[in-house]
């Protein structure tokens, strides 16, 4: 794999990001796309949102088991967002609020300054909200995150 761009966030640091119950990602950004892949782009702007797959390039190592900052129990991995994984991909879904030829402006950002892209997809589901379950997120969203 390789990166198709970088993202350009007002987040520095990883403590910059929020994180927890109630986190609201609403953040404006751009996502920055390298010249050789800006043909990509042709047509994106009739979307709403974007699939946004990129890499967690400062993530060391990785554990099965996270304890995230929303709940005091520990979880697997892949029932979390952590960061420390064993392929380390974060994926985010964005508002696309405009385009600027490789740029795209976008609301949502949870990416650290200079992350690299890995891909973008349009934002399609067929998943009524009504369907959807949030798992132990809910389970620890009713005890308060404790």
Not at 37 to 41: D, P
Not at 101 to 112: E, S, T
């Given at each position: 794999m390789q990166a198709i761009g970088s993202v350009r966030s007002p987040y520095k640091q990883p403590k910059d990001v929020p994180k927890g119950l109630?986190?609201?990602h609403e953040a404006e950004g751009e996502l920055e796309i390298l010249p050789e892949?800006?043909?990509?782009?042709a047509d994106i702007e009739g979307f709403s949102h974007l699939y946004v797959l990129w890499l967690f390039d400062r993530a060391q190592g990785f554990e099965l088991t996270a304890s995230p900052p929303s709940d005091n129990?520990?979880?697997?991995?892949?029932a979390t967002r952590s960061p420390r994984?064993?392929?380390?991909i974060g994926l985010t879904v964005v508002e696309l609020l405009a385009r600027d030829?490789?740029?795209?402006?976008?609301?949502?950002?949870?990416?650290?300054e200079g992350t690299p892209i890995l891909d973008i997809k349009p934002y399609l589901s067929s998943i009524p909200?009504?369907?959807l379950r949030r798992g132990?997120?809910?389970?620890a969203e009713a005890r308060g995150g404790t």
């Open positions: 109630g986190a609201k892949f800006a043909a990509g782009l129990r520990t979880h697997g991995v892949f994984r064993p392929n380390a030829g490789p740029r795209l402006r976008v609301r949502g950002i949870d990416m650290l909200a009504e369907k132990w997120l809910a389970e």
